[in-house]
């Protein structure tokens, strides 16, 4: 979560400064594209959490 807060936090104020210094929009995606690419394989590495299976007890009658 601070990681993705983090990122919606100064991602507009970078991509701003992006474009003020280019013109366009182009270095802004393309850091967004990277950084995307970079945290794709990251994500997918991360260990996934299993449910365990669920336990049914019988109930005498």
Do not use: C, E, Q
């Not at 979560?1 to 992006?18: D, F, I, P, Q, Y």
């Not at 280019?22 to 990251?42: D, F, H, K, M, R």
């Amino acid at each position: 979560m601070l990681g993705a807060s983090t990122g919606m936090a100064l991602g507009g104020w970078l991509g701003g400064g992006l474009f003020d210094m280019s013109g366009n929009y182009t270095w802004s995606l393309l850091a967004s594209l990277s950084i995307g690419l970079v945290g794709l394989p990251l994500a997918l590495a991360l260990p996934r959490h299993k449910k365990p299976a669920a336990v049914r007890i019988a109930i005498p009658a």
